[in-house]
């Protein structure tokens, strides 16, 4: 059986709004990305060289990134070779299949979230300005607030303009209260406060906003080293996460920040934002693939909870949903 056969079996089986968000989301990407595959499929009549090599510009040009297209592009011709396949239809099916295998792989793939079963949960965001950050806190302390817990948001981007306001407007609008300093203020004294307050309120999760400058990067790193130091002195084993928000829309630039900001804390898994606003949708496979770092959530529209936990089969039908929805199970 085919692997779009054996997707479309599960898709069936679980059809729900977050596989149809996947499926909306990734649109853009889709339409870009299956289009120059079927039209590349539609002028071979053999799997040789020259397909693999047309292939890997159309992977590439969806922003899969150079390594993993390399690397994906030996897979399939081994495949290809020990499946003795002839016909270039078949090869999308393969495609998709090694798609997930390549996120899947090592042992980091899992987009769960390290959510502390007794006592409090700390989740550190970083990323530069622009990208969602703020944002993605908002619609995370809602979706934990919806599952009963009690949240708590902490406004340690004291450097941005505007960044401490923007967050408490979240806060209010989701029904969470922010613990805050005035503007230019030490972003660890924050970070305590909020513990503190955290500890007293009995809180269940701290989501933590710090600045973005990365201009600066020496300066940056010093921040949240002493911002990670007062979480984990006050906190044993916390920031229990680190969460790097990335925009999707600027393809192989999140791959160039999500780089710079690993060698500066230790990032534990990615958030990629307005996936649903951009045509490289292959930067989800990059970013996986190159830094060995989960991708835990994806932004797949601007509603509340279009911020969805990411899920490789998922991703990988909504880039092939046209094919996958033609295929017939045996």
């Known amino acids: 059986m085919s692997f779009f056969k054996k997707l479309k079996e599960k898709i069936t ?32 009549r053999k799997v040789d060289e020259e397909f693999f090599e047309e292939l890997e510009e159309v992977l590439i040009q969806a922003d899969v990134g150079f390594e993993t297209v390399m690397e994906l592009i030996d897979e399939l011709k081994m495949e290809v070779k020990r499946r003795n396949i002839q016909d270039p239809v078949e090869v999308q099916s393969v495609i998709s299949e090694k798609l997930v295998d390549i996120y899947n ?19 550190l965001f970083v990323g530069v300005n622009g990208v969602g950050k703020t944002t993605t806190i908002g619609k995370l302390a809602h979706k934990f607030k919806s599952e009963g817990k009690k949240v708590l948001l902490a406004a340690g981007d004291t450097f941005r303009a505007g960044a401490i306001e923007q967050l408490e407007v979240w806060g209010n609008r989701v029904g969470v209260e922010t613990i805050k300093q005035t503007e230019g203020s030490d972003p660890a004294a924050v970070m305590y406060d909020a513990i503190q307050a955290a500890k007293s ?43 790097l928000v990335l925009d999707a ?33 292959g930067i989800v496979l990059a970013i996986r693939n190159e830094l060995n770092i989960p991708v835990k959530f994806v932004g797949l529209g601007e509603k509340m909870d279009d911020l969805q936990e990411f899920d490789a089969e998922k991703y990988v039908y909504g880039l092939f949903a046209d094919q996958v929805e033609k295929t017939e199970t045996e």
């Open 13 to 44: 089986k679980s059809t729900d709004s977050v596989t149809e968000k996947f499926k909306a989301g990734l649109s853009k990407t889709r339409d870009s990305f299956t289009e120059k595959v079927n039209d590349l499929i539609a002028r071979y």
């Open 105 to 123: 792989a090592g042992e980091e793939a899992s987009s769960k979230l390290n959510i502390q079963q007794d006592g409090l949960t700390v989740i």
């Open 201 to 243: 309120r009995k809180v269940d999760i701290l989501l933590c906003d710090t600045a973005g400058r990365l201009q600066n990067k020496v300066n940056l790193m010093k921040e949240l080293e002493k911002v990670k130091r007062v979480i984990e002195r006050e906190v044993p084993g916390a920031p229990h996460e680190v969460l």
């Open 249 to 281: 829309t600027t393809g192989q630039n999140a791959l160039v920040q999500a780089k710079t900001f690993k060698e500066a804390t230790n990032v534990s898994g990615i958030v990629l934002s307005k996936l649903d606003g951009t045509a490289k949708g």
